[in-house]
């Protein structure tokens, strides 16, 4: 109800802007202890990790772990913050961040702006979070992509020790040749290259934290059966199916609809969804799922896990439906 009075004020500022202040308004309603969703418990075991319940927060929203705990009150049953690089980047020039409402869309080029690895994990170190996080790592803008894989070892080395799991973006639109990585002996490279150092990782610390992998949804069935046999092949740890589109399928002729970048909302949910269905046919449930793009309602929540999805994540159903969207998730899901 809240929220669907503040939305015409956020939806009056720029975007970015109205990002910003939404995070810092809910960062403080937490403080002051006005930010008490119920939480609905649905416990859910996936990649070894239990979930209280299966809906969660997608990468992207919080980029440095500045929010975790006020996010957490929302009724999440996990939370994934990044993407990070290994140093800091002020990513893409503004504007970059487009609302589409006739569509319920959003198309952003952010670039990966983020505060660097050292400090997400200052931040998640100071957090009173006790559940399951998520941290999503990625190569800075000028690392060559031949040399990503040493960016991806950075970051899981310094996050390894404070994540639930960690996830591997190779899927954004909006860093140079990033979504390379997704095909060929460079997928191969940084997929060995990461699982070798995870099992080291796991004998440092005792204890092993799961390696996901985000894919884009603009994946032909050859391109999905290529990662299926890589995923399967160095026993990667989940899958969350999937990033932006490059698509304009729905968006040509609204205003914003030809800016360059990534298409989320709910123009994605019907391209994803039938790229999460073709991933569980070909994995054939030895690898678990996370669902994301396009949910803007509990029914659409439930449909990702018909087709195969574990776990979903939300964020653009956020920025139109409200914080609501997390129990409605929740409860229609079985």
């Not at 950075?154 to 140079?176: F, G, M, R």
């Not at 896990?305 to 969207?325: E, H, K, M, N, R």
């Amino acid at each position: 109800m809240m929220y669907s009075l503040a939305r015409p004020l956020l939806f009056s500022l720029a975007p970015e802007r109205a990002h910003e202040l939404t995070l810092s308004w809910l960062k403080t309603a937490h403080k002051m202890g006005l930010v008490n969703s119920k939480f609905i418990a649905k416990p859910v075991t996936c990649m070894g990790i239990e979930f209280p319940n299966p809906v969660g927060l997608a990468a992207g929203l919080d980029k440095n772990g500045d929010y975790i705990d006020a996010l957490a009150a929302l009724g999440f049953g996990f939370i994934e913050i990044g993407t990070i690089t290994p140093r800091p980047q002020a990513g893409n020039p503004q504007p970059r961040l487009f609302r589409l409402p006739q569509a319920k869309a959003i198309i952003n080029r952010m670039g990966f702006n983020n505060d660097g690895v050292d400090k997400l994990v200052e931040n998640v170190k100071a957090a009173q979070y006790k559940g399951v996080l998520g941290i999503n790592i990625g190569k800075n803008a000028d690392t060559p992509v031949e040399k990503a894989a040493d960016d991806y070892l950075i970051c899981l080395e310094k996050v390894y020790n404070y994540a639930s799991y960690v996830t591997v973006n190779i899927s954004s639109p909006n860093t140079k040749n990033l979504r390379s990585l997704q095909s060929g002996e460079a997928l191969t490279h940084l997929l060995k290259t990461l699982k070798n150092r995870q099992t080291e990782l796991a004998e440092q610390y005792g204890h092993y934290v799961p390696l996901v992998l985000k894919v884009a949804p603009d994946l032909s069935t050859d391109d999905i059966a290529f990662i299926a046999k890589q995923l399967l092949a160095y026993k990667i740890d989940g899958l969350i199916v999937t990033n932006t589109t490059l698509s304009r399928e729905g968006v040509e002729n609204l205003p914003f609809g030809d800016e360059a970048g990534g298409l989320s909302g709910a123009p994605v949910f019907e391209k994803s969804t039938a790229c999460l269905k073709t991933f569980a046919a070909v994995l054939k449930n030895q690898i678990p799922l996370i669902g994301v793009g396009g949910i803007l309602t509990g029914e659409q929540a439930h449909a990702k896990q018909q087709v195969g999805a574990s776990l979903v994540q939300i964020y653009s159903g956020l920025i139109y439906t409200g914080p609501d969207l997390v129990q409605d998730c929740i409860r229609a899901m079985t």
